[in-house]
Structure formats: C-alpha cells, structure tokens
C-alpha cells in the first residue's frame, strides 16, 4: 500500500528563517512520483514540483529547494529566507506508475510565518 | 493558470437530497478527477477519468457516482448526501501525456464547500 507522511502538523518560524518540511513516503513499486503543492488561505492548491523515481538530483527554484533520497524515502522540500506569503497548508504527495494515477497525499504542513 | 472552474464554489443542502458538483475544463485534458478534503486526510481520491464516458472508482467512491458527456465537463452526483459527506470537494485535471497518463501533475480547481445538514 502507497503512503504519504508528513509528521510536522504545524510549524511556524520566524520571517527570514530557513524552514524545511519534511515528507517521508511509502511503496513497493519503483516507478513512482513525488509532489509537492501548496494551499494558501485562499483555499486552492498550487503545484510546485513534479520528481520521478530515478532522478534524486535536488531542485532549486529560487527560494525553493528539494531533496529527494530514496534511500531514507524522504522528499523534504526548504524554503529560504522564508516569507509571509510562504504561510499555507503544504501537501507532499505520491502516484505510481500503474493504476489510476491518483495523488496519495500526506496529511500536511501547515507553516505560519510571523512578520 | 489551468483553466479548471467547480460550479457550485459554496453549496448548503439537507440530508437525502440529491447534489450534483461540475467541473469544467478548457484545457482539453484527457483526465480528470474528484477528490475530496477533510481535516487529518489530506486530500483523497474518489472517482476518475481516462476519456470521454470512461470513469473508475477511487479510494472513497461509495455514495458517489460520476459521468463525464463530454472532454471539458466532469460531474460528481451525491445520491443521496449524508452529512459525512460534508466536505471540500476539488476536481483536478492532467494531460495524460504517456499512453496510461501515469506520472503527470495535476492542476486543481478552486473546490466547493458543500454542507450537509
């Protein structure tokens, strides 16, 4: 069975601190993707970053960056320099090769940064 | 922006009525897919598509049914609605560039909030 753990319910930080949230994941098959999305207040859910199985090369776009180690199964996603239009809700989430390709999503992260 | 509207965005309806939620698409995507939000879940998959009149179950499709006519409209019909079906409800679209689709991101809608009293 595919799962998706985000352990951090909640963080906040301070604006300009570094925060990284972390995804740990879980599967059998070894083709797979990762995802991270972002919900802001405003309710819709943004795409941030699409990653396959076989490619761990870390991603960097702009103040965003990614480390994928499927050794550790973790997709943990930093943000630098963090800001106040960072605050949502983060959702890292899996799909597999085969099947339907649903989204198998992780609870969370809710991240507050304070001004 | 993908160009993905839900009709109703707010929707309040009483125990036993019938609701049925619409999400349109101009992006002339191939899938197209209803999940729905609740606190500590995430966000979970309930009914999908790969074409036109071609649907299949998710992980939480019992009390719900979907057709899609046509590319751009995907419907999701609540029966007959209990109050555990109170939620958020977001379609998502993806291109299905491979022969399955498997692997594409997802673009989602702005959602609709539906009450069930």
């Known amino acids: 069975a595919q799962k998706v753990t985000q352990a951090q319910t909640e963080i906040s930080v301070v604006e300009k601190e570094d925060v990284t949230l972390d995804c740990v994941y879980e599967?059998?098959?070894?083709?797979?993707?990762l995802f991270w999305y972002k919900q802001p207040p405003s309710g819709e859910l943004v795409f941030l970053i699409r990653?396959?199985?076989?490619?761990?090369q870390n991603e960097i776009s702009g103040r965003y960056s990614w480390n994928f180690q499927k050794s550790t199964s973790s997709f943990n996603f930093t943000i630098t320099a963090s800001q106040v239009v960072d605050s949502a809700v983060y959702f890292c989430a899996l799909t597999l090769e085969t099947g339907a390709n649903n989204l198998f999503f992780g609870t969370g992260t809710r991240l507050t940064v304070i001004p | 922006d993908a160009g993905i509207t839900q009709s109703p965005r707010h929707k309040v309806t009483e125990t036993g009525t019938p609701v049925t939620l619409r999400c349109h698409q101009t992006e002339n995507h191939r899938y197209m897919y209803w999940y729905r939000q609740d606190p500590g879940h995430g966000l979970r998959l309930i009914h999908y598509s790969y074409g036109v009149k071609d649907t299949d179950k998710g992980e939480v499709s019992d009390g719900y049914s979907v057709s899609r006519s046509k590319t751009e409209d995907f419907l999701l019909t609540l029966e007959s609605a209990t109050s555990s079906q109170t939620s958020v409800y977001f379609c998502a679209i993806s291109p299905g560039r491979g022969t399955s689709g498997t692997g594409d991101e997802q673009f989602f809608g702005p959602g609709t909030r539906l009450t069930v009293l």
């Open positions: 990653r396959n199985s076989f490619d761990e």
């Open positions: 599967t059998r098959d070894t083709t797979y993707y």
